[in-house]
């Protein structure tokens, strides 16, 4: 689906749509998956980008203007991934969960990139792959149990040693009664750009914001933030003074600053299990292992 408008209008120089404006475009679109849906037909969406489809047409020779184009792009399971089902929605309310659907799965695909480049395609890659997203998933989770009840923030950017690419990814953690809420897209795409980070030796920051609703510990009002400064692929708790000056830079490259924030230090993660694995800029494994930091 051409969700966006300017999509759309880069899409429909090439026909696609005919003579349709893009409410009437998308008018049809639900009159057509509603119907699909009550014959009992499982339907599988995607957001149709005007430049993603046009390299792809021009890698694999097609014309942008045939059908033909249209379906291989919408049916290559290379591009599909995990489906995204329809489920009798309304568009109103579909389309923003749609593109923010879609918008994991690109953070997901370009992380996912770094990281098999960081582990390697040597015979212990897959070995390096595991012990890394067994890390990220035990930090993941830790983070949910320190951060307590409520529905907090999780943000992250880092970038590599060497090609200096910045990775960002967010997802919103929710406890509700000591119990994890079922994770989503957003929560894969936040754990392979930490993994990237993790397995590349990047340096970055990950901020835990809590809930607003729930005081900091200590404090009659107001949200909390806690973080943890990620150096060498390796994290380590922040000092409130450094939670504090991540908080200001985040404001100057134009993220909201939480009005009353309580900056907190981070607390310990989980250990990294270094045997096996190499240190950042290593290709030879390094005996041993300890904490973070």
Do not use: N
Not at 123 to 148: C, H
Request: proline share 9%.
């Amino acid at each position: 689906m051409a969700a966006a408008a300017a999509d759309f209008a880069g899409l429909a120089r090439y026909g696609l749509f005919g003579r349709l404006a893009h409410q009437e475009y998308l008018r049809r679109s639900e009159e057509q998956l509603r119907a699909l849906h009550a014959q009992g037909l499982e339907v599988h969406l995607r957001v149709l980008e005007a430049g993603d489809y046009e390299d792809y047409c021009t890698a694999l020779g097609l014309d942008p203007r045939t059908p033909a184009a249209r379906v291989a792009y919408a049916g290559d399971p290379e591009l599909a991934g995990e489906p995204f089902v329809y489920a009798g929605e309304r568009l109103a309310e579909l389309l923003p969960v749609l593109l923010d659907d879609h918008r994991a799965r690109v953070r997901m695909s370009v992380a996912g990139v770094a990281l098999l480049e960081a582990v390697g395609d040597d015979p212990d890659g897959q070995g390096r792959l595991a012990a890394v997203m067994g890390y990220v998933t035990s930090a993941y989770l830790a983070l949910a149990e320190g951060a307590g009840e409520g529905c907090h923030l999780l943000t992250l950017r880092c970038h590599g040693p060497e090609d200096g690419e910045q990775l960002s990814s967010a997802v919103e953690v929710c406890v509700e009664a000591g119990g994890l809420y079922p994770a989503g897209r957003d929560t894969e795409a936040f754990c392979v750009t930490l993994a990237a980070g993790v397995a590349g030796g990047g340096a970055g920051a990950l901020l835990l914001h809590g809930d607003p609703g729930v005081p900091a510990p200590g404090a009659s009002d107001g949200p909390w933030a806690r973080g943890w400064a990620l150096a060498g692929g390796r994290l380590r708790p922040m000092t409130v003074h450094e939670v504090f000056d991540e908080l200001a830079d985040d404001a100057a490259r134009g993220l909201p600053f939480p009005p009353g924030v309580v900056p907190r230090p981070g607390f310990p993660l989980p250990g990294f299990p270094l045997p096996g694995f190499p240190e950042p800029g290593s290709a030879a494994p390094r005996e041993g292992g300890g904490p973070l930091g």
